[in-house]
């Protein structure tokens, strides 16, 4: 069960309250990089259960022996589910507040534009403003969520 449905508000200003994977603990024991360790490790995940209710699968870059990592969440299986996406959407402006250009809650421009397979989503790349940069959008009709993660910085905001 996702937590993320249940509570449509965060109990705490973290980006990672809304996964129920442990990201900082990701990848699996189990899981093999499927690059070359050079540059960065690859591992990718078919996940049992959908994360937030919508990705089926996760992609995951690992840099610097683990102290970077880049997420891509996407619904490859699973359909668009606009009252999922809405909530998401709503809990992550809850935690970001408005993004690059002025968005945040979900509205309904949100809901015609997922009709019509054009949905921009939301931006929050400004590495001044937050230490656990996020992108949510549509590409090709699928869901994706895009995350990076710095281990030595645990806050979603930088004060």
Not at 47 to 59: R, S
Not at 96 to 111: P, Q, S, T
Request: proline share 4%; glycine share 6%.
């Amino acid at each position: 069960m996702n937590f993320l449905m249940h509570y449509p508000s965060p109990l705490k200003k973290d980006i990672l309250s809304i996964f129920s994977l442990d990201l900082h603990k990701f990848p699996d024991p189990e899981l093999k990089a499927q690059s070359d360790k050079s540059r960065h490790d690859e591992y990718v995940k078919e996940l049992l259960y959908p994360e937030c209710g919508i990705f089926d699968f996760v992609k995951a870059r690992v840099h610097e022996g683990g102290r970077i990592k880049n997420f891509l969440f996407t619904n490859l299986y699973t359909g668009l589910d606009i009252p999922r996406i809405e909530i998401l959407v709503n809990r992550i402006s809850d935690i970001y507040g408005e993004d690059l250009l002025g968005r945040g809650a979900f509205e309904h421009e949100d809901k015609r534009q997922l009709f019509r397979g054009a949905w921009v989503g939301r931006v929050y790349s400004d590495l001044n403003r937050y230490r656990s940069p996020l992108i949510i959008s549509l590409v090709n009709n699928h869901l994706q969520l895009m995350l990076t993660l710095n281990k030595e910085s645990s806050d979603t905001l930088i004060n």
